[in-house]
């Protein structure tokens, strides 16, 4: 028995850990007939499907059914990686490296009255500054090579230094990256949206075009057959059918003839 214990943990961890896991058991539970109930148990009890608990009494099956809450902290798994529920950007503190510019939520630092452009433009200050310093420290890793090689290792540091804090505040303006991205793929589909729609509405004036040309020629072709007596009052259903066939093919004839 306990033999049996020790090979099915192995087994159920590797499924809940697996970057492909298995669907959940309760997915049966989802049937016609249980989306049904909870319905009307949500009707009975006056509660909406944003709420998560409608009854502490109704069955298992049907608590299943009933979507939770969102988190909002924690962390959780996705394809065999783990990721933050609240994904922010880690502080170069919290990663042990020395921050080499003020951070805005820091009161000493920035101005209290400071807006955020102002701190967007002090973001570009100091990126200046870094790529001043990183220029700096390479020629002088440059001059301690000259001189004796085995210094070196302050110098690198002090340069990975600087490409981090360089890094992590070019990856501050991430978010901004992917609103304005978004705001441009946007305006790109509202411009086809738009040029898609005059397309249409230019082809619709052209097609009412030829439809008002095949209208005059076909009477006018019909007169002129009348005239020159074509048209016969005993001719039989299929006769008329092709004649009226023959006019709108010559009136098609003229419109080409006359460009239209």
Known sequence: MAEQQDHQQPATTNTLSSA???PPPFWKHFTTENVARVKEIQQQSGVNDEEENVDDNIPTELRYLIPPKPPISGTYRSFGATYNVVDTLPSLEEQGIEQLYPSPSDPDSVNTDATQSEWTHDRAFYLQKIAKSLLLNFMELVGVLSVD???????VEDLRTLFINAHHLLNEYRPHQARETL?????QQLQ?????TEGIRRMKKRVEEVLEGIAKNAEQVV???TLDGHMDDDRTPEEMEMEEQRSVWEALQRMEVGGV
């Open 149 to 155: 090689p085995s210094q070196y290792g302050k110098k």
């Open 192 to 196: 086809r949206s738009r040029a898609e």
């Open 20 to 22: 492909f896991p298995a």
């Open 183 to 187: 705001i441009q793929m946007m305006q």
């Open 223 to 225: 007169n002129e057959r």
